[in-house]
């Protein structure tokens, strides 16, 4: 296993180092430089030539390249054109609420897609896989901004069941120890603060889910349809093994290999995703930040927002080839 972990690490290596030479040659392809850029329109050639100074930018390339990877690997991903803070202080104070979104997310689609995906299979033809196929199709379509505000309107301005905006309601007064509202308030026996936090979580982790849930839905759907048909599976059945040691020790943890790829990239995604979620429910997180930053043309956030999504998905692969190993011991093999 060790090994395993060693030789994926050092597999990622090239692919950060290949994105981080796409992200310094977007900078530096820039309509008027990065200096024009943070600066703005205005910016008067003293102005420009100041800031070149102050970046290194008049320094040959090789050197700058250095410089920029230098400043990567040390964290360093500069300051924000909008707050004046260190991008990567803004960064770890945000990130907290799109990871507690994010796993919220994730759980409602793993919990109910893999179950509904599985039994829409045994079902084939009957009326929960017609429904389920036809769900995870609209998921998959509409877009999630669109039902965001759809979600909002009706649970949170027609009905007031819940919260439209925020992570806690203003009165709400809570201790802050991860930064994850709804765990805080457990660690602390402010459970009135987690109740809070998890009516404003509900509706945001349901539109972040969407697309998630519509994807792991047909993919353990086909992956169980695919391993039912296997000859191991009549082998097992011809044998007289037990059902549930049938479905859950042969059928559902093959079928299971592709989807957990899928819930890998997916998780990833999601960090990407957000920004649209958080956006319309206000929660306060990177997506959010992410939004301004556009409109700001403030590119220190984007490069260290690109190279931070960069890191969280090789995490995640090495991760998903963690589960893989354990689901299937024939790939710590190879």
């Known amino acids: 296993m060790?090994?395993?972990?060693?030789?994926?690490?050092?597999?990622?290596?090239?692919?950060?180092?290949?994105?981080?030479?796409?992200?310094?040659?977007?900078?530096?392809?820039?309509?008027?430089?990065?200096?024009?850029?943070?600066?703005?329109?205005?910016?008067?050639?003293?102005?420009?030539?100041?800031?070149?100074?102050?970046?290194?930018?008049?320094?040959?390339?090789?050197?700058?390249?250095?410089?920029?990877?230098?400043?990567?690997?040390?964290?360093?991903?500069?300051?924000?054109?909008?707050?004046?803070?260190?991008?990567?202080?803004e960064f770890t104070l945000r990130f907290p609420a799109t990871v507690e979104l994010s796993i919220a997310a994730m759980i409602i689609a793993v919990v109910v897609g893999v179950p509904l995906g599985y039994l829409a299979a045994r079902k084939r033809g009957g009326w929960l896989d017609v429904a389920s196929v036809s769900g995870s199709l609209v998921g998959i379509c509409i877009p999630v901004f669109f039902l965001a505000m759809i979600l909002r309107g009706i649970f949170s301005v027609e009905l007031g069941i819940?919260?439209?905006?925020?992570?806690?309601?203003?009165?709400?007064?809570?201790?802050?120890?991860?930064?994850?509202?709804?765990?805080?308030?457990?660690?602390?026996?402010?459970?009135?603060?987690?109740?809070?936090?998890?009516?404003?979580?509900?509706?945001?982790?349901?539109?972040?889910?969407?697309?998630?849930?519509?994807?792991?839905?047909?993919?353990?759907?086909?992956?169980?349809?695919?391993?039912?048909?296997?000859?191991?599976?009549?082998?097992?059945?011809?044998?007289?093994?037990?059902?549930k040691v049938v479905r859950g020790r042969h059928i559902l943890r093959n079928a299971l290999l592709p989807v957990i790829t899928a819930i890998g990239l997916l998780t990833g995604s999601l960090l990407s995703g957000a920004v649209l979620t958080e956006s319309v429910f206000t929660f306060g997180g990177i997506g959010s930040f992410i939004r301004t930053a556009i409109d700001a043309r403030d590119y220190p956030v984007l490069v260290g927002f690109i190279m931070f999504i960069a890191m969280i998905y090789v995490l995640i692969n090495l991760l998903v080839d963690l589960a893989y190993s354990l689901i299937d011991p024939r790939v710590r093999v190879h």
């Open 2 to 89: 060790l090994r395993l972990v060693i030789r994926r690490l050092l597999q990622l290596i090239p692919t950060l180092l290949g994105l981080s030479v796409l992200l310094f040659l977007w900078l530096n392809r820039l309509p008027g430089g990065p200096a024009s850029a943070i600066l703005g329109e205005r910016a008067t050639e003293a102005d420009v030539a100041r800031i070149n100074r102050a970046l290194g930018l008049d320094q040959p390339v090789y050197v700058q390249y250095w410089r920029f990877l230098k400043r990567i690997a040390e964290l360093d991903l500069g300051t924000s054109t909008q707050t004046g803070q260190p991008v990567w202080d």
């Open 162 to 243: 819940f919260p439209s905006y925020g992570r806690l309601s203003t009165g709400i007064d809570a201790t802050s120890v991860t930064g994850l509202a709804t765990l805080d308030g457990i660690l602390t026996g402010e459970f009135d603060a987690t109740w809070d936090a998890i009516m404003h979580l509900i509706l945001p982790a349901i539109t972040l889910a969407s697309i998630p849930l519509a994807v792991i839905v047909r993919m353990t759907r086909a992956s169980v349809l695919e391993v039912v048909g296997e000859d191991y599976i009549r082998t097992a059945v011809s044998k007289g093994l037990e059902q």
